[in-house]
Every structure is written in structure tokens, then in C-alpha cells.
């Protein structure tokens, strides 16, 4: 979109705040939603993030009016849209929504499709068009008025879907995966540009999507959800650095995950079994925040999270745990494998003296031959989380 845009925005409003308690929502016997609550205040995004069959968009549907809760309640900008009782129709909650299928009316102009909810508010005439105009020109679209939606690309036809969703002012927008059908290319560009117009205009949104990328560029909050429940709901930069559980450290691939104990004072990296001990190292040096799920007396068996960029690979003679580098762990591991991207090399490095559960993945600009034998891994602890093993 041209950058004239940022200096004509006209659109400025503070958006609805968003309650959500105790939400269910049943299919049958199954357990689509199991208990979400969450409150988002006026005017900030929220991303929803997870795997497929997550909860999602059942939890969209929701806000939007399409579905009914089984038990709980949503309320926007603080009227209760949604209860046991209570239920307010999608076209009175103020809202608008974006798909990932664009859902334009064919029949209709560019023009026609974006000044809909306008005209249905009995605007006409020069207003509307003016309004429309303007709405066009936001989303990088100024001139597309008089096109047809077939007679345009699939990024321009999202374009269009926004300036629709945008044009009345809603106090809440709603995404559903707007950017899946898009190129990455597209997706990129497409997605910082949403984030930029969602910032300008003050409006509260919630965005749905699997791609923590996306998530992260365009929202405030993001909000990890596993078996319809929200596991972890927190700023992009705490998600990455402090994952709050093993499933989020696994869906947003932050590192190798490994078998391991912890008796509150020492951390051992072990066989599954628990039966052999590759290495060890004080618990203090993780986290804080790592360390302190547990402060067990015994040995509580649990994982290691060990990410990409905490690890260093060196020779093995010049690797020790000296006491210049106090906080180092090395460990000696094996190349298996290098994959070449983007100007680096992916390897995969197996644990010496452990089961395959214990290897990790590191960034080299060198390519390393299994013939090169023995690496060490410098890995600092600071970087490394504990997960104990949760309770059946
Ligand atoms: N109308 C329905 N009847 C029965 N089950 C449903 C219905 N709608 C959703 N579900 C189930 O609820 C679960 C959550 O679905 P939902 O569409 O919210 O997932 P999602 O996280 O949005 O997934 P995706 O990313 O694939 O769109 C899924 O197991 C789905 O099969």
C-alpha cells in the first residue's frame, strides 16, 4: 500500500474491549472449546495460535455471533453478547470479519462489495462514495472501485475483503487465516501491512492463524491454544523467550527437546528410561524461571529445551568447562547431517554416549563431514529451559 496512505488516514477509534469466561463450546460429546477465559483490552490484537483442529475458529465464530457458546459468556465493550441467555445477532456487535476465501460477492463491484454495509446504513450518494474512495485508497486499492472481484489477484481480492471489513468502523475485527491462499511473498508484505493499518486505526482485533510468524508480526498478545484450551497467552518476545509449557516449546519449534531429570539442585541429561546419564550440570544456571518448576528432593523426569541459537559448535580440544566460562556446558556429539538454507547450514548433531531422543540442531557456516568426527557443543545453560514431565 503507498505510503501517502499513512498521512490521509482518517480513521482514528478506540475499539471494544473483549471479557470471555469460563467458554465452552460442545459438539455432541466432544469438547470443541473447554473453559476459555481471557479479557483483551479496547483497542489491542490478539492473535489466536495453534494446530489444526485447535479450537480456533470455533472460538471466532463465537465472538463473531455465528455459533452460540454451550456454556459461558463473551462480552464486547462491555455489553454481554453472549450467555445462557443472552445472545446479540453477528450485524449488532459492531464488527467486522476477514476470510481466508475472501468471501466478495461476485456480482458486485469492487465498490459495490466495500460500500455494502454502508449503503445498508442508508448511506448514499457522494458520502458513500467518498467513503469508499478513501477506504480503497487505505488498503492500496485507490482507482479498483469499478473492477469486478474476478478481475483481480487474489492479494488484491484480501484488499478488498479488509476495505469491506474496515469501511463502517467496526469496533472489533475479526480474521480467519487471511492470508493462507496468498504466496509468502504476498503473505509477508500483505501482513505487515494489516499490522500497520490495525495500529492506525485503534481498532481491537482478533487474528486466527497457524503460522507463529504471522501471529507475531500483527499482534500484541498471542494466545497458544492446544485441545480448545488457551496453554500459554502472552507478548510474542515472552513466548519465545519463556515458553510456559513443553507443547508451545514444541509447536513453535524453539529447540530440540531432551529426555532429562532434575532433583532441584542438578540437571542431568538422561535416557528416557532414565537409566544412563550423559551428562549433568547445576540447576542454577538455567533460567530462573526454568529452574524453579521444580525443587524436588528426589529426581523428577522431565525435558531439556535446548534452543538452535544457544548452542556454539567448537573443536573438542578447545572445548572445556573452564573456569573462565563458568556457565558452559559442552557436550561432545556426533554430525549426522548438514542441510544447506539461506546461507547457513542446518546440522543435526547426535549426543555422544546417548539414545537418538538426544540430539540437536545447530547453525554452521561451514560445511562439517561425519568424517570430521567428534564436535562439541558449547550450549549456554541461561538460554536452556526445564519442563518436568507432566502428570498423566
Ligand atoms: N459444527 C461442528 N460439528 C462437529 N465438530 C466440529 C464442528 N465445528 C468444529 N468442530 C470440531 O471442533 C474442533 C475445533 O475446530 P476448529 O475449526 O475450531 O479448529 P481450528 O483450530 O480452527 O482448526 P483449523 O486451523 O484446521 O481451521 C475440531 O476437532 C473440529 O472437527
Known amino acids: 500500500m503507498p505510503n501517502t496512505r499513512v498521512a490521509s488516514a482518517p480513521?482514528?477509534?478506540?475499539?471494544?474491549?473483549?471479557?470471555?469466561?469460563?467458554?465452552?463450546?460442545?459438539?455432541?460429546?466432544?469438547?470443541?472449546?473447554?473453559?476459555?477465559?481471557?479479557s483483551?483490552?479496547?483497542?489491542?490484537?490478539?492473535?489466536?495460535?495453534?494446530?489444526s483442529g485447535c479450537g480456533k475458529s470455533t472460538l471466532l465464530k463465537l465472538l463473531a455471533g455465528l455459533d452460540r457458546p454451550s456454556s459461558g459468556s463473551i462480552s464486547l465493550g462491555g455489553r454481554l453478547?453472549?450467555?445462557?441467555?443472552?445472545?446479540?445477532?453477528?450485524?449488532?456487535?459492531?464488527?467486522g470479519m476477514v476470510f481466508q476465501?475472501?468471501?466478495?460477492?461476485?456480482?458486485?463491484?469492487?465498490?459495490?462489495?466495500?460500500?455494502?454495509?454502508?449503503?445498508?446504513?442508508?448511506?448514499?450518494?457522494?458520502?458513500?462514495?467518498?467513503?469508499?474512495?478513501?477506504?480503497?485508497?487505505?488498503?492500496?486499492?485507490?482507482s479498483m472501485g469499478k473492477r469486478a472481484p474476478s478481475a483481480l489477484s487474489g492479494g488484491q481480492q484480501q484488499r478488498v475483503a479488509l476495505a469491506r471489513a474496515i469501511v463502517a468502523q467496526p469496533?472489533?475485527?475479526?480474521?480467519?487465516?487471511?492470508?493462507?491462499?496468498?504466496?509468502?511473498?504476498?503473505?509477508?508484505?500483505?501482513?505487515?501491512?494489516?499490522?500497520?493499518?490495525?495500529?492506525?486505526m485503534g481498532t481491537t482485533a482478533v487474528y486466527v492463524t497457524h503460522d507463529h510468524e504471522e501471529a507475531?508480526?500483527?499482534?500484541?498478545?498471542?494466545a497458544v491454544m492446544f485441545h480448545g484450551q488457551i496453554a500459554q497467552r502472552s507478548s510474542a518476545q515472552q513466548l519465545w523467550g519463556a515458553p510456559a509449557h513443553i507443547d508451545v516449546a514444541r509447536f513453535l519449534k524453539l529447540g530440540a527437546l531432551l529426555p532429562a531429570w532434575h532433583d532441584g539442585q542438578t540437571i542431568g541429561l538422561a535416557e528416557a528410561n532414565g537409566s544412563h546419564t550423559v551428562a549433568t550440570w547445576p540447576a542454577a544456571w538455567l533460567a530462573p524461571t526454568g529452574a524453579a518448576q521444580t525443587s524436588a528432593a528426589q529426581r523428577v523426569p522431565g525435558h531439556v529445551l535446548v534452543p538452535e541459537d544457544a548452542i556454539r559448535l567448537t573443536a573438542v580440544q578447545a572445548a572445556t568447562n573452564s573456569a573462565?566460562?563458568?556457565?558452559?556446558?559442552?557436550?561432545?556429539?556426533?554430525?549426522?547431517?548438514?542441510?544447506?538454507?539461506?546461507?547457513?547450514?542446518?546440522?543435526r548433531l547426535q549426543l555422544v554416549?546417548?539414545?537418538?531422543?538426544?540430539?540437536?540442531?545447530?547453525?554452521?557456516?561451514?560445511?562439517?563431514?561425519?568424517?570430521?568426527?567428534?564436535?562439541?557443543?558449547?550450549?549456554?545453560?541461561?538460554?536452556?529451559?526445564?519442563?518436568?514431565?507432566?502428570a498423566a
Open 11 to 38: 480513521i482514528s477509534q478506540l475499539g471494544a474491549s473483549i471479557e470471555v469466561q469460563q467458554l465452552k463450546r460442545q459438539f455432541g460429546t466432544f469438547e470443541a472449546l473447554r473453559g476459555i477465559d481471557f
Open 40 to 51: 483483551l483490552p479496547a483497542g489491542r490484537v490478539l492473535a489466536l495460535l495453534g494446530p
Open 81 to 95: 453478547v453472549a450467555d445462557a441467555k443472552a445472545f446479540v445477532p453477528p450485524q449488532q456487535r459492531k464488527l
Open 101 to 142: 476465501d475472501y468471501a466478495l460477492w461476485p456480482h458486485m463491484s469492487v465498490a459495490g462489495n466495500v460500500g455494502f454495509a454502508l449503503r445498508m446504513q442508508g448511506l448514499g450518494g457522494r458520502e458513500l462514495d467518498l467513503r469508499v474512495e478513501r477506504v480503497l485508497q487505505q488498503v492500496g486499492l485507490a
Open 171 to 200: 469496533a472489533l475485527l475479526l480474521f480467519d487465516e487471511p492470508l493462507s491462499n496468498l504466496d509468502r511473498d504476498l503473505r509477508e508484505s500483505l501482513c505487515g501491512e494489516i499490522g500497520q493499518l490495525l495500529r492506525e
Open 216 to 222: 507475531c508480526a500483527i499482534a500484541d498478545e498471542v
Open 324 to 347: 573462565q566460562e563458568p556457565k558452559a556446558l559442552v557436550l561432545p556429539a556426533q554430525v549426522v547431517e548438514q542441510q544447506y538454507t539461506s546461507g547457513r547450514y542446518r546440522t
Open 353 to 390: 554416549g546417548a539414545g537418538p531422543e538426544h540430539h540437536v540442531h545447530a547453525w554452521t557456516r561451514e560445511r562439517l563431514s561425519q568424517a570430521q568426527g567428534s564436535v562439541a557443543l558449547q550450549v549456554d545453560p541461561a538460554q536452556m529451559r526445564w519442563f518436568a514431565a507432566q
